[in-house]
């Protein structure tokens, strides 16, 4: 597995794999598309890789997915992710944004919470995503929470 691009702050890689997996998001044939990739640092530290994707529509299986995220001590672990979020804002029609969300569950390890933070500037920027949501608990994962902030608190 190749990288992509590298941190020299915190020495990690974003596996190739990320941009593509986010590549077919956003461009992907609709009946293979995922609605959602979670993306996860691995084991060994080094690089930034997908942990999993889904075509599921329901936003509870993406909430829950994240939520259930461990790492190799069974621990809750932080972790990335993008969700393509649709919604309506009546009169000026139906949107579309892809949302990036940095997953810091408050009770996972504080060193694993840190290499989190320290690669997330770099790995939103490879993204080039604008729209991004923080939450260390599953009420700021809630569908009304992302949804007034990705909407600007038009919704």
């Not at 020299?8 to 598309?33: V, W």
């Not at 504080?110 to 080039?128: H, N, Q, T």
């Not at 608990?137 to 038009?154: H, I």
């Amino acid at each position: 597995m190749s990288a992509s691009r590298s941190d020299t702050s915190s020495h990690i890689s974003i596996a190739d794999e990320c941009i593509s997996a986010f590549n077919q998001l956003r461009t992907g044939p609709e009946s293979t598309r995922p609605k959602f990739i979670i993306y996860k640092i691995s084991d060994d530290n080094k690089s930034i890789v997908v942990e999993g994707t889904s075509t599921a529509k329901d936003y509870e299986v993406f909430r829950q997915k994240l939520s259930a995220a461990l790492d190799k001590d069974g621990n809750p672990a932080p972790r990335y992710a993008i969700y393509d979020m649709e919604y309506d804002l009546g009169s000026e029609g139906k949107r579309t944004k892809a949302v990036f969300v940095h997953w810091g569950p408050c009770h996972a390890p504080i060193k694993l919470c840190m290499l989190y933070a320290s690669s997330v500037l770099l790995f939103k920027r490879a993204l080039d995503l604008n729209v991004s949501v923080y939450a260390d608990s599953l009420e700021e994962l809630e569908w009304e929470v992302v949804l007034k902030e990705v909407s600007g608190g038009q919704a």
